[in-house]
């Protein structure tokens, strides 16, 4: 089945590079901003031969799983852009529950984890790449690139941590080609309401909502090797997770978290992920 850009997504002149086979889709989004792309471009492939997670870890990437990124440069000063993440997210599980008859059984994760039945359905890697700007030019100094990866047909089986593919949902399930129809759409709507940082609160509210594990127990393996554990409070004003521990608030900018499924204790092993 070939992908197709959402209308609203076309008439907004957002562009779409369809592949078969592709390394990463975030790596040839960054190889087209070198050679002077600037979007709003998607590059969605079929397969990715070496798919990318956070973290440095690998994303298994089997054709009938959504593999797209988008080239954004264009949205307003650079330290605002870790809140693309988040807008991402939200376009995601809009464009998922729309899909899927307000399915409850989505949810996201912070920072940017699409959870079905609690266990991983998707995620994105948010990369900047550096741009050369222009003299007098209002570009930021870097593009950004939001590679969002669903598992639509099937779920990678041996991985640290549960993951679920959309098939999961069975009637009605979203194909990858109708999702990410949606969720072009859906990420121009997203992106309006963000308005260069000055929607973020609202879009916070919005992400809470649909928070997985608010106000639950929660551990988050920091990559300096520290693991932190409380209640997973909230987010601030900019996305960071704020985690009430015994000694205190914590603030955490990035790291690994396991929540609690169901109320249940947090997993013991250290390496396992929810
Ligand atoms: C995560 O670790 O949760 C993020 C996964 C992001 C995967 C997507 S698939 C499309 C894009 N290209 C990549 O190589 N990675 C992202």
């Given at each position: 089945m070939r992908v197709e850009i959402g209308r609203l997504a076309r008439a907004r002149g957002v562009r779409l590079l369809g592949l078969d086979d592709i390394d990463s889709t975030n790596d040839e989004a960054k190889r087209l901003v070198a050679s002077g792309e600037r979007g709003p471009l998607w590059v969605v492939a079929k397969r990715q031969t070496k798919g990318r997670g956070r973290l440095g870890r690998e994303w298994i990437s089997p054709p009938g799983n959504l593999h797209a990124s988008l080239i954004l440069s264009d949205f307003g000063p650079q330290r605002i852009a870790p809140q693309l993440g988040f807008v991402a997210g939200l376009a995601c599980l809009d464009a998922l529950r729309a899909l899927s008859g307000n399915s409850s059984r989505l949810a996201l994760k912070w920072p940017n984890d699409l959870l079905l039945d609690g266990a991983k359905l998707g995620g994105i890697l948010l990369e900047g790449v550096t741009i050369a700007a222009?003299?007098?030019?209002?570009?930021?100094p870097i593009a950004a690139v939001i590679g969002i990866g669903v598992n639509c047909d099937s779920a990678p089986g041996d991985l640290p941590y549960e993951a679920r593919a959309l098939s999961a949902l069975r009637v009605g399930a979203p194909t990858a080609p109708s999702l990410f129809a949606r969720l072009s759409d859906a990420m121009v709507e997203t992106l309006d309401v963000w308005a260069g940082g000055a929607g973020f609160p609202a879009l916070r509210e919005r992400w809470l909502a649909l928070a997985a594990g608010l106000g639950g127990p929660i551990r988050v393996m920091l990559s300096r090797g520290e693991t932190i554990e409380g209640r997973f409070k909230t987010i601030d004003a900019s996305g960071r997770l704020i985690i009430d521990t015994d000694a205190g608030a914590r603030i955490v900018d990035a790291g690994d978290v396991i929540l609690a499924r169901g109320g249940a204790k947090l997993l013991e092993q250290s390496d396992a992920r929810a």
């Open positions: 222009a003299g007098g030019s209002s570009l930021p």
